[in-house]
């Protein structure tokens, strides 16, 4: 690859673009997911896909995220020069392989100077930094800003999550009162925070996989804290046959 390759800046349609046949490259649902809200507030590519004769070489998620989000043409950089199919596959992957280290402590002092929304756009998370979870509750963030989220599920799956919230509202009615609201669901930073630990922790990619198990984890709670309330009660009842028989 001795040849200077030659190129040039062309404003494209995104949907005419193939993608590249078996791309290495993904991206989780979360991140795909990510990516096209960001794409869809800047309301442009701000990094241009590599093209070769209608093919993207590198840049194949951005183009699909850019189509999703309503963007229909973006600018390109286009490669001019005929290349082998080595030559190719080398340019496609090198893109993917080659893109450096952070420098972690650098990248923190950069993420911290930045708000709640712009550090969701960022794509990057407090985990990673591998540092402690930070209490924000004496923080003023201003005015809250909501997050919509749809999670899909299976149709004997929906059904054990709607069972396990119904149990998790039951127990909370009988608190009285609650002295705290754990994993509120109205809170997204929270919630996704949960689902980025247990990813994490229990090596799931799915993000509705990782729903079901925490559903499946905290019905196996209720039932265990079921079984020990039911169990003091039978105790606390012997103990008062007990003093009756006594007293009598």
Do not use: W
Request: hydrophobic share 40%.
């Amino acid at each position: 690859m001795s040849d200077t390759i030659k190129i040039e800046m062309s404003v494209l349609e995104l949907s005419t673009l193939k993608n590249l046949e078996g791309n290495p490259h993904y991206m989780t649902a979360a991140q795909f997911g990510r990516l096209v809200e960001n794409i869809k507030r800047d309301g442009v590519l701000t990094s241009a896909p590599l093209i070769y004769k209608g093919e993207i070489l590198s840049g194949n998620h951005r183009v699909m995220a850019a189509i999703k989000a309503g963007v229909t043409h973006g600018n390109c950089i286009v490669i001019e020069s005929d290349l082998t199919p080595a030559q190719k596959t080398a340019i496609a992957l090198s893109h993917n392989a080659i893109n450096g280290q952070d420098d972690l402590s650098m990248l923190q002092s950069l993420y911290d100077t930045l708000d709640i929304e712009h550090k969701a756009y960022s794509g990057l998370t407090d985990d990673s930094f591998d540092i402690e979870d930070i209490d924000i509750n004496g923080m003023s963030i201003g005015a809250i800003k909501y997050q919509e989220i749809t999670l899909y599920f299976l149709p004997e799956e929906a059904e054990i999550f709607a069972h396990v919230m119904k149990l998790i509202e039951a127990k909370a009615k009988r608190a009285a009162p609650p002295a705290a609201l754990i994993a509120r669901l109205e809170d997204f930073n929270q919630f996704f925070d949960v689902i980025t630990k247990s990813k994490k922790t229990l090596n799931i990619h799915n993000s509705a996989l990782v729903v079901k198990t925490i559903s499946d984890m905290t019905l196996a709670k209720l039932d265990a804290d079921e079984a020990e309330r039911i169990e003091a009660e039978r105790l606390k009842a012997e103990q008062n046959d007990s003093k009756q028989q006594k007293g009598s």
